[in-house]
């Protein structure tokens, strides 16, 4: 079984442009998490989505915004893109919403902002 | 906020010694998880724990939740070096309602020496 894939893998951008990401969770996994992990960091959490639903938020600004399709599939869009926004993106699916359910991370998306 | 004291920040071992590392909390947590980044990829899950005093193993790992649940450690017994890494714990606070947060340490670097 394919685990979970994000896409794209590596994304350049400048200052305040937006920026869209992908992510795949797991067949059969219903809820996805999104991180961001700067240089030297542990994950920070964005948002979780579970059946198409925001069911939690981390303390990230309103330039970051999310959704999950019928599919499960979601999306992070970045809006106003800053210099400090560099950094992976991680998605994570889990079959349920809360985290008895372990979370399993894609490969992330490496975001440059110029 | 909620923070994971994660330590030692590094550790640079010979092969086949044994590893441990430990995490720390103010908080108390009702989940323990324990990941391994590799350069470029995402956190893979190694060890999850889900109740106060349980010792889990997998492999050479073997990772336990503290009696308290405000902390957690990891132990690697006769490292190799594949073992090479970022190694990560992340918890779910009590009271974090119904979402999927998780909240990571800063990381454990460690190198082994052939």
């Known amino acids: 079984d394919a685990g979970v894939t994000q896409s794209p893998t590596h994304l350049i951008k400048t200052r305040g442009q937006h920026v869209t990401l992908r992510c795949s969770p797991i067949s059969g996994h219903k809820s996805v998490s999104w991180y961001q992990q700067v240089l030297g960091q542990g994950p920070q959490f964005i948002f979780q989505y579970y059946e198409k639903e925001e069911r939690g938020r981390g303390n990230f600004p309103d330039r970051f915004s999310a959704r999950q399709f019928p599919n499960y599939s979601s999306e992070l869009n970045v809006n106003a893109l800053l210099l400090g926004d560099s950094a992976l993106y991680l998605c994570?699916?889990?079959?349920?919403?809360?985290?008895?359910?372990?979370?399993?991370f894609g490969p992330g998306t490496r975001l440059t902002v110029l | 906020g909620q923070q994971l004291n994660q330590s030692p920040q590094s550790m640079f071992i010979q092969e086949g010694e044994d590893v441990s590392m430990n995490c720390t909390s103010s908080s108390i947590f009702n989940t323990w998880l324990w990941y391994k980044q590799d350069p470029g990829e995402g956190p893979v899950l190694l060890i999850a724990l889900y109740k106060a005093g349980e010792l889990t193993s997998n492999g050479r790992l073997t990772a336990q939740f503290g009696i308290t649940r405000k902390d957690s450690f990891l132990n690697i017994s006769a490292s190799i070096p594949s073992d090479v890494g970022i190694y990560f714990c992340a918890g779910s606070l009590i009271g974090s309602g119904n979402t999927g947060k998780l909240i990571f340490g800063q990381g454990t670097t460690l190198q082994v020496k052939p």
């Open positions: 994570a699916s889990s079959l349920a919403l809360q985290t008895y359910n372990e979370q399993f």
